[in-house]
């Protein structure tokens, strides 16, 4: 009740109380670094995050929407089996409550895109206006198990799992995916980072939409599974070792010159990561999951965020 009444984005939204919105609300998750490039000088933005289904949703257990496990540095979407439903996530600033819009490129990693047995609970994401993705092949190395499908439309992608998994492949930790591959176990490198995709967005934008999709079980209806994203922290940026700068290659009119020796794997791997990394973050370890009603089915709502959030009021919610 606390969001409904006092958060910004309830207030912006209008929310109704009696009728309370749709959707997940996690605050404080985001942070942007802003550089004055006539000034050299760095300032902080933080958002938030709100997702909502723009179709309809049915979960198999709405408990487990929210956070990993109620703790930890991924978000989760649970859905049931032999549904499709599509979400829109959205950056709010918390202070007007209006929509964010971000200033550069960020990158979404999803993770766990697995499938059951016999080709049953089959997960599949679908996603447009994306500037690129990665799989696991192009940031560690590793062959990946996700089949991708380009749709119609500007930057349109379907992944789809290929290969059985259970939650016992789920990464514990953002942080266990970022880092060098040397320094993983084996389990993680032969079970967790062949499922996952990150998935790049352009700067000007204040978030995307995604449609997530599981088949049907075995027996239809009587099963779900759960969608798992994540993206940076600037605590994960700051492990990260920066590679040193490939030389740059020598003129045509020169001599040709003995070959550079080959960069080190793990430095290759970084300069991968490093590729995808800009000063935009969401760490879901300091973020409060202060509103969680997606589908209207709970489970909690918090009538205070809606009454005073300036999000929730600018939009009449």
């Keep these: 009740d606390t969001f409904l009444e006092q958060s910004p984005f309830a207030i912006s939204e209008n929310v109704d109380k009696n009728n309370p ?14 550089h004055a490039l006539d000034q050299g000088e760095v300032s902080t933005q933080h958002f938030d995050l709100y997702v909502v289904n723009t179709s309809r949703y049915v979960p198999r ?5 929210g956070l990993k496990e109620g703790v930890g540095d991924f978000a989760v979407i649970n859905l049931a089996d032999d549904q499709s439903c599509t979400f829109s996530y959205s950056f709010v600033n918390p202070e007007s409550g209006e929509l964010y819009k971000l200033s550069q ?33 192009d940031v560690y190395g590793v062959k990946s198990s996700i089949k991708v499908m380009a749709l119609d439309g500007p930057g349109c992608y379907e992944f789809t799992a290929t290969e059985f998994g259970t939650g016992d492949n789920n990464p514990t930790l953002a942080s266990e995916i970022f880092l060098p591959v040397e320094e993983m176990n084996t389990y ?3 079970n967790v980072l062949n499922h996952l995709v990150a998935v790049t967005f352009p700067a000007g934008s204040s978030g995307f939409d995604i449609r997530y999709s599981i088949s049907a079980a075995k ?10 994203f ?17 030389p740059p290659p020598f003129p045509p009119s020169l001599p040709a010159q003995a ?22 973050f969401l760490d879901f370890t ?32």
């Excluded at 919105?21 to 802003?34: A, F, K, M, R």
């Excluded at 599949?124 to 092949?137: E, R, T, W």
């Design 105 to 137: 490129n960020y990158t979404v990693w999803f993770v766990d895109i697995d499938a059951g047995q016999d080709g049953s609970l089959t997960e599949s994401i679908q996603v447009c206006g994306a500037l690129q993705y990665s799989l696991s092949d």
């Design 230 to 246: 994540t993206s940076y922290t600037q605590a994960s940026k700051s492990t990260i070792v920066p590679c040193f700068p490939l």
């Design 21 to 34: 919105p749709q959707g997940i609300y996690y605050s404080g998750v985001g942070t942007e670094l802003l």
């Design 286 to 317: 300091e973020s409060r999951l202060v509103y969680n009603n997606l589908g209207g089915l709970g489970p909690f709502v918090n009538d205070t965020f809606l009454e005073q959030s300036p999000f929730a009021i600018s939009e009449n919610v």
């Design 259 to 280: 070959p550079v020796a080959a960069l080190p794997t793990d430095c290759e791997q970084l300069r991968q990561i490093n590729a995808l990394i800009t000063d935009v």
């Design 219 to 228: 027996f239809p209806g009587t099963s779900g599974r759960n969608f798992l």
């Design 188 to 190: 993680a490198i032969n």
């Design 61 to 65: 257990l709405s408990l487990r929407n």
